[in-house]
């Protein structure tokens, strides 16, 4: 008599599964997805496996499209991944225990991402990231000498953002959101704006904690999280704040200043406010649109993903620094930094890219652990060649 598997608790036939497995790599990496696979499922209330229908499976599909979708999954991995369900289940149903495999259909397996291969998966290497810091320093020294030689303080800590050029303040900005994403382990999208999520509207200076050099992001997981930020990354951001000087928290740290952008959000706010265009024209012309922000209480917005990129990509081609012919993109520094403290130390770059689970970590620096393994095996193989 087949058992159809209504009352089998999904974890229970991940179990029966994983022991007629051979002992090895492949054994423990199919635990491994079933196991997370079982986590996606209970948290969706989905605990059996006659329970499983191929609109759950659909939804770990578009699951892991997501992941690939923010940088945190191959998408190989990924097609990996439902390979590893789909044969469990075709298992399940070749043991009797359900009738079909709910995986194993067009509508579950339609969102699941097309894999084209890592070439996207960008690391910020210690070289380029390294060399394009320097040249952004070096960008910022003569920004300042050019300001200060306009009789603008050179570095903005006594008369602000109302005497600062607008090639300044553009500098000291690249140069801080550089650092940050090489030097913290942020997502682009945790710390600039989204136009198309609501909630993402860039890192605040209220968010900043300059003493315990911390930030307050909105992470991945739609919740606000502690992202530690690195030395010489805060020392930026501090020097940006401090010419920036915004005159409240809620102003944005990387703010945009594409004129067009800047100019007609004030222009916005205050006709909302009754004022006449002439009038609105004349302080723009007189103060300048920071000024002008600052002095009506009007709170700019902070710089678009897009912006950024484009901004990265033009300040890449003027500095000759790129990876695989490709500009220096924004995740690539959370990637850089985690493979980086990886190699030293797995729980390490676990809490600074702030997985999860170490499990997460394994699984997006695979390379490294592979790699480490091949080092240890031919030191057992081949001794110390010293001699």
Known sequence: MSDDGTATPLEAAVEARVRRLEAGNYRRNNDL????????????GVETLGAL?????????????DRV???????????TYYDVVRAFLGWCVRDGRIPENPADTLRATESLPTDGGDADRQYWWPAEREAMFAALDALVDEANDAASADGTAADGTDHGAARATWDQLKAHRDRALFYTLGLSGARGA?????PDDDRRNGITWGD????????????????????????????????F?????????????FVSLHRPSLYGRIRDELTARGWSSDRIEDRLDADGPLALARDRAITPRAISLQGARSMMRR?????????????????????????ELYAEQAELAQEVLRHESVTTTHESYRDVQAEQLREDAEAVLYGDDED
């Open 53 to 65: 229908s191929s609109t759950d499976c659909r939804r770990y599909a578009q699951h892991l499209a």
């Open 33 to 44: 997805v079933l196991s997370a696979f079982v986590a996606f499922q209970a948290d969706r």
């Open 208 to 239: 900043v904690d300059f003493d315990a050099g911390v930030v307050q992001v909105f992470g991945k997981t739609r919740e606000h999280q502690s992202m530690q930020v690195m030395t010489p990354a805060l020392e930026r951001l501090d020097r």
């Open 69 to 79: 979708r923010e940088d945190e999954l191959a998408a190989s991995s990924a097609n």
């Open 241 to 253: 704040r401090r010419l920036l000087d915004p005159p409240s928290a809620d102003w944005p740290v």
């Open 190 to 194: 945790e710390v600039l704006r989204d």
């Open 315 to 339: 300040r890449c081609e003027d500095a000759g620094v790129d990876v695989d012919g490709e500009y220096l993109k924004p995740h690539g520094g959370r990637r850089g930094l985690g493979h």
